[in-house]
């Protein structure tokens, strides 16, 4: 089966502007999490979502923004682009939280410039 | 606040020997542990997971101990082989509403050569 879908793979962003990104996760998932991978301060957990609510948010700015869709698809949304914002972003889905764990995907690559 | 280190930061070895990564964790409340390999500007793929009712798991040459009253778990790779390059990250997931939430260690970068 499918595994978990992120769109774009890259993406390269001038400073000020906005992104969206997209998560389509494995078939029968209704739980999606998003992180922020950067070399210095490794993977860091941004929110999650299950049945279009957001359940978990991490520590981050209020630029960064997310929601589900009713078929569990999920987008992520960063406003007003920073230089530091420049990581890979990777989401992972589940079908029963914590008892099974989660697959991630492959991730977006956003350069901000 | 739940903090994951992982030792060693790296690690080269010669293909075949039998080798171990070691994840420690701050808080023994954990709902279970994952490890996963990540291969260079990709995603994560999972290993194996342990509930944390378990003490380890095993899947091929790999076996994952947990010890939660010591905060500890291991990663055992059995006669390593050059595909096995990658680094390797161990995550902890908490209970109660830290839904979705796992807490990664910064990760061993391990090479093995032919």
């Known amino acids: 089966k499918a595994g978990v879908t992120q769109t774009p793979r890259y993406l390269i962003k001038t400073r000020g502007q906005q992104v969206t990104l997209s998560c389509s996760p494995i078939?029968?998932?209704?739980?999606v999490s998003w992180y922020q991978q950067t070399p210095g301060q490794g993977l860091q957990f941004l929110f999650e979502?299950?049945?279009?609510?957001?359940?978990n948010k991490g520590n981050f700015p209020g630029r960064f923004s997310g929601r589900q869709f009713s078929n569990s698809r999920s987008e992520m949304n960063v406003s007003t682009l920073e230089l530091g914002d420049s990581a890979l972003y990777l989401c992972a889905s589940s079908f029963a939280d914590r008892e099974v764990g989660y697959t991630f995907g492959s991730g977006t690559r956003l350069t901000v410039v | 606040k739940q903090e994951v280190t992982q030792i060693p930061a790296a690690l080269s070895v010669p293909e075949g020997e039998n080798l171990v990564l070691n994840c420690s964790f701050t808080?023994?409340?954990?709902?279970?542990l994952q490890w996963f390999r990540q291969d260079p500007g990709k995603g994560l793929t999972s290993l194996l997971l342990i509930q944390s009712s378990q003490r380890e798991q095993t899947s091929g040459r790999l076996n994952a101990s947990l010890d939660k009253s010591s905060g500890r778990s291991t990663l055992y790779i059995a006669a390593s082989q050059p595909g096995d390059s990658a680094t390797y990250l161990c995550a902890v997931g908490a209970g109660g509403t830290s839904y979705g939430k796992l807490t990664f260690g910064q990760g061993t970068i391990l090479t093995v050569h032919p």
């Open positions: 808080d023994s409340a954990i709902y279970n």
């Open positions: 078939s029968g998932h209704r739980s």
């Open positions: 979502y299950f049945s279009e609510t957001q359940r």
